[in-house]
């Protein structure tokens, strides 16, 4: 009886935490992704840098020597390259599907509605135009 109902205690407490910790993430995809705000305040060189210190780290953490340190650059160099290849890849096929979500969003829209949809798209637009500008300086 005792183990049953610490059973259902655990359970209630994981539930629990799985659905916090689902909404945090969900907030942070948010935030990140959709609107563009705190996340994109880091510029691209404060964002490098990061990335620098926690590689540091896990080298660190793993205890890595000098030449294992060049074959993981050497890897991660790599697979940086296949992400951007796959990237460009996919970037045409990504942007028709958002582009016929659109317009199916657009059919339905009123008059009104579609004025302020439209006006929503051109400040995301703008938005993620001036974000791009800040990370890369040099395009």
């Known amino acids: ?28 995809f948010y935030e990140s992704r959709v609107t563009g705000t705190p996340t994109d305040v880091a510029n691209n060189g404060e964002r490098a840098q990061r990335a620098r210190r926690d590689v540091n780290r896990f080298r660190d953490y793993l205890g890595l020597n000098p030449t294992q ?44 509605q579609l004025q302020k949809y439209d006006e929503f798209r051109r400040n995301i637009t703008e938005k993620r135009r001036e974000r791009e500008q800040r990370q890369r300086p040099n395009k």
């Open 69 to 112: 340190r060049e074959q993981m650059d050497k890897i991660m160099e790599e697979t940086r390259g296949e992400f951007r290849q796959l990237r460009e890849e996919t970037q045409p096929r990504f942007q028709a599907i958002e582009m016929e979500s659109r317009n199916k969003v657009r059919a339905i829209l009123n008059d009104e």
């Open 1 to 28: 009886m005792i183990a049953r109902s610490l059973k259902a205690k655990i359970l209630v407490f994981a539930v629990f935490f799985i659905g916090i910790a689902t909404g945090v993430l969900i907030a942070n």
